[in-house]
C-alpha cells in the first residue's frame, strides 16, 4: 500500500500553508483521501506535483532494498565527506535512508535527535531525492543547510542518491540565522542555547571545497556502484559454486 502523508507533511514537501492546500483540494489540482476529520495524501500525488514521474513496477521493487551493503557504502561516505568536510548520506529514491548519516557537525546531529526534526529531515531527503532533473548544483534543506546529490546505479538502473550536505555557501547573515535557529528550535522542541551554540559550527564552503563537492560526489556515487556490481558478481559466482556442489554428489553416483 502507498504511503499517506499527513497535510503537514504535504505542506513541507511543497512550501506552502494549510489553506493553500485546502484551496488545491477544492478547485482539484490536489486529490487526497479523507480519514475520520483528517486529509491524507498518496506518494504518488506528491509525485505528480512535484513533476517527478511515478516509479514503474521494476524500479519500486528495486526501491526495497533488502541488502543493500550499507556499512561497506557508509565507510566509503564517511571517507569522503571527512575528506572535504561536509555530511553525507545515502537514501533510495524516495528518500528513504540506507545508511546512517556521517556528521560535520552537532547542528544536524541535534536536528536529528528529537521526532519532529529527524521527521523534518527525512523530508528534506524525500525532497531531494525526488526533486526533479535540471535542478540547480545545490539544494537548500529545511534547516537551509546546502546539498548536493548524485545517482547510484546497479545494473544501468538506479536505486539511490548519495547526498552530500550540511553547510553552507555563503556566511549567513549573523541576526537572520539566529532568528531562523530560534525558530528550528521551538518547532522541534530542542533547546535553543544548544542548538545556537552548533549552528556557529556549520562549516562554510570555499570555493575550492565547493567545486569539491561538485567534482567528487559524482565520482564517490561511481565508487559505490563498482562496490555493488562486484558483490552482484560475487554473489552471482558463490550461487553458480552452491548449484555446482549440490550436481556433484550425483554425478558421482
Known amino acids: 500500500m502507498s504511503e499517506l502523508l499527513t497535510t503537514k507533511q504535504l505542506q513541507d514537501l511543497l512550501k506552502i500553508d494549510r489553506i493553500t492546500v485546502y484551496r488545491m483540494l477544492n478547485d482539484g489540482r490536489l486529490r487526497g483521501v479523507k480519514i475520520g476529520n483528517h486529509w491524507r495524501f498518496p506518494q504518488s500525488e506528491i509525485d505528480r506535483l512535484m513533476g517527478v514521474e511515478s516509479l514503474d513496477s521494476d524500479q519500486e521493487a528495486v526501491e526495497s532494498i533488502t541488502d543493500f551493503p550499507s556499512a561497506c557504502v557508509k565507510e566509503v561516505q ?93 556566511s549567513p547573515d549573523h541576526e537572520k540565522e539566529k532568528e531562523r535557529v530560534r525558530k528550528l528550535a521551538i518547532d522541534y522542541q530542542i533547546p535553543i542555547d544548544q542548538l545556537q551554540e552548533a549552528a556557529e559550527k556549520i562549516p562554510v564552503l570555499k570555493r575550492h ?5 561538485q567534482e567528487w560526489t559524482p565520482k564517490v556515487a561511481g565508487t559505490v556502484q563498482s562496490i555493488l556490481c562486484e558483490r552482484s558478481d560475487l554473489m552471482s559466482r558463490l550461487q553458480r559454486i552452491a548449484e555446482l556442489s549440490s550436481i556433484s554428489p550425483s554425478l558421482s553416483k
Not at 545545490?138 to 543547510?145: E, R, T, V
Not at 571545497?209 to 563537492?213: D, G, I, R, W
Request: aromatic share 10%; with cysteine.
Open 78 to 170: 564517511d571517507i569522503f565527506a571527512g575528506i572535504i568536510g561536509i555530511g553525507a548520506i545515502t537514501v533510495t529514491l524516495r528518500g528513504a535512508p540506507l545508511t546512517d548519516p556521517t556528521f560535520s557537525n552537532p547542528f544536524c546531529q541535534l536536528m536529528l535527535s528529537t521526532e519532529k526534526g529527524r521527521q523534518a529531515c527525512q523530508n528534506s531527503w524525500r525532497k531531494i531525492a525526488l526533486k526533479a532533473t535540471g535542478e540547480p548544483d545545490f539544494q537548500i534543506c529545511h534547516a537551509g543547510l546546502c546539498y548536493k546529490r548524485s545517482p547510484i546505479k546497479a545494473e544501468n538502473t538506479q536505486i539511490a542518491w548519495l547526498i552530500g550536505g550540511q553547510y553552507y555557501l555563503n
Open 209 to 213: 571545497q565547493q567545486e569539491q563537492v
